[in-house]
Nanobody, 123 residues
Framework: VQLQASGGGLVQDGDSLRLSCTAS????????VGWFRRAPGKEREFVAT????????YYGEAVKGRFTISRDILKNTVYLQMNSLKAEDTAVYYC?????????????????WGQGTQVTVSS
């Protein structure tokens, strides 16, 4: 399985971006999917997750109310809509596929990881 994360870029404080994560090699329609991020000099941080049905989502405190995770099973793609971006959102964002049908905030429960996409927010 290969995960391709895309949509990152350089934006201004308060702008929006939508990240996409597309899987190839197999479908992950029966797996939870999550987004994590790593800022320079910091540990990996949980951002958001969605279960395989798409009806259950969970967010990290830092992004709650600003980010929205969604999925299109037919396209084998998960999205992360990021609004009201702040400088502290600057990081490399990674998508990952869970070992189970549910999502999780625990990175160790994810089996496949994408290569990451850089998001830079200038203030």
């Amino acid at each position: 399985v290969q995960l391709q994360a895309s949509g990152g870029g350089l934006v201004q404080d308060g702008d929006s971006l939508r990240l996409s994560c597309t899987a190839s090699g197999r479908t992950f329609s029966n797996n939870g999917v999550g987004w994590f991020r790593r800022a320079p000099g910091k540990e990996r941080e949980f951002v958001a997750t969605i279960n395989w049905k798409g009806g259950s989502t969970y967010y990290g405190e830092a992004v709650k109310g600003r980010f929205t995770i969604s999925r299109d099973i037919l396209k084998n793609t998960v999205y992360l809509q990021m609004n009201s971006l702040k400088a502290e959102d600057t990081a490399v964002y990674y998508c990952a596929v869970s070992r189970s049908a549910s999502g999780s905030s625990q990175a160790g429960l994810y089996r496949y990881w994408g290569q990451g996409t850089q998001v830079t927010v200038s203030s």
